[in-house]
């Protein structure tokens, strides 16, 4: 049923979405050149790497994320519309519309075996983490977060979420760290669980 869900909802948004990715990546090829689009190397469900896709919001080089953010980069991260080619994973089925964010594979190993339950559902464009503070949160409270998703997720949690969702995009609430413009690197976690 999620999965139905999702792609209902995706594709019934086509027309709104499509065309926007379309003219984000016009304006960033325009003002900030190639490459448009940034990949890396993400933990899907069950721990299985795949490349996501997001609009690229860096110069690409030496320097901090703070140092390397653009400023049109720091608008998009601001409405989330970096986010906008994640919707491309929702519809081939590698990512949810709501679940974990998906981290970086090289993180795996450093879960503890309760935050590593965050793999047992695909990861999701929002979350209760996200919903919870986004960037804000410890990356314990974000794991507990996550672990607390899989064990109470139905599709009306997820439709609770999505509506949640709105008010911190829209007022850009929770980005980022005060100090620093991403989240700092998950090294693992300090207390055991």
Do not use: C
Not at 28 to 40: D, N, S, T, Y
Not at 54 to 72: A, F, H, V, W, Y
Not at 84 to 90: A, N, R, S, T
Not at 110 to 131: F, K, N
């Amino acid at each position: 049923m999620k999965r139905l869900f999702d792609i209902l909802l995706v594709v019934v948004a086509l027309p709104l979405w499509l065309p926007l990715l379309g003219i984000v990546a016009l304006v960033v090829l325009a003002v900030e050149g190639r490459p448009v689009f940034f990949r890396q190397e993400r933990a899907g469900k069950d721990g299985k790497p795949f490349r996501m896709l997001k609009i690229r919001t860096m110069r690409n080089g030496e320097g901090s994320d703070d140092e390397r953010l653009t400023r049109l980069g720091r608008f998009l991260r601001a409405s989330s519309l970096d986010e906008l080619p994640e919707l491309l994973h929702v519809l081939a089925g590698t990512m949810s519309l709501v679940g974990p964010r998906p981290l970086p594979t090289r993180y795996l190993p450093r879960y503890s075996p309760e935050q590593a339950r965050r793999h047992e559902v695909r990861p999701g464009i929002t979350g209760w983490a996200q919903v919870h503070g986004r960037n804000q949160v410890s990356w314990e409270d974000k794991f507990a977060y996550d672990v607390w998703y899989v064990d109470h997720r139905s599709l009306l949690l997820d439709i609770k979420i999505l509506f949640m969702t709105v008010l911190p995009v829209l007022f850009a609430r929770g980005i980022a760290q005060s100090e620093t413009v991403t989240m700092t690197e998950f090294t693992g976690s300090g207390r055991l669980q």
